[in-house]
């Protein structure tokens, strides 16, 4: 899997926006961009994912950019319960072998603030 | 959404007792995964498999064991445990394709 970057950790005011970068330079054409989201001492959950195309469901937006070197996932309105580590993973989909599992990173920490 | 369960939640045991992690999925999914997260580190992935009678060592070395007899349970086995065993784990699965990973909310084990 290609490998990705991200700040270790982000600060968010209540009720604002919060944009996520992730890097991904090395990324191949067939990988997928997965981002999912872990609360302190829960198993993580899935957010959103996208190929090449921006994708908006009803948890955030990911906005891939045109090279797809990178990505920004974005939570338009951040509340306290979005605290949490947030991790950008790309993978490799529809095909067999080992690109079925996930690497993750260490991700960043987004804190919201009141 | 996917269902997947684990038990126990939190388990404290003592040097050198057998135990098994149960994990198990609702919704058909051939691949399931075990990883193992200590507090405040990152997920390290132990074992997985894609499918009955299917188990393949992950990233990341470790003295468990795992089976897939059935579709739907894939429990993680350590044979005796020891203090160094003491971490989160945390099971998962996934479908076909771009499916993404459904975590459960993971077995958190102390060994004294």
């Known amino acids: 899997d290609a490998k990705t970057t991200q700040p270790p950790s982000m600060d968010c005011a209540e009720g604002r926006a919060a944009n996520l970068p992730c890097n991904h330079s090395?990324?191949?054409?067939?990988?997928?961009v997965y981002w999912y989201r872990q609360i302190h001492s829960q198993g993580p959950q899935y957010i959103i994912h996208?190929?090449?195309n921006n994708e908006t469901n009803e948890m955030a937006s990911l906005i891939i950019t045109e090279d797809r070197k990178s990505s920004t996932l974005i939570l338009p309105h951040a509340t306290l319960r979005d605290t949490a580590v947030y991790y950008c993973i790309v993978r490799v989909a529809n095909s067999g072998g080992s690109n079925y599992k996930l690497t993750f990173g260490k991700g960043t920490l987004l804190t919201v603030n009141p | 959404e996917a269902d997947i369960y684990q038990t126990p939640r939190y388990l404290v045991i003592g040097t050198g007792k057998k135990i098994t992690l149960e994990c198990s999925q609702t919704?058909?999914?051939?691949?399931m995964y075990w990883y193992q997260q200590d507090p405040g580190m990152e997920l390290h992935l132990i074992h997985y498999?894609?499918?009955?009678?299917?188990?393949e060592k992950g990233d990341l070395s470790s003295e468990s064991t795992v089976s897939r007899i059935r579709t739907e349970h894939f429990p993680l086995t350590l044979e005796s445990a020891r203090p160094s065993h003491t971490s989160q784990y945390l099971c998962?699965?996934?479908?076909?394709?771009?499916?993404?990973?459904?975590f459960g909310n993971g077995t958190r084990l102390t060994v004294t």
């Open positions: 919704m058909g999914h051939d691949k």
């Open positions: 996208g190929l090449k």
């Open positions: 498999s894609y499918g009955v009678n299917s188990t």
């Open positions: 090395t990324i191949s054409g067939n990988e997928y």
């Open positions: 998962a699965s996934s479908g076909t394709g771009n499916s993404p990973l459904h």
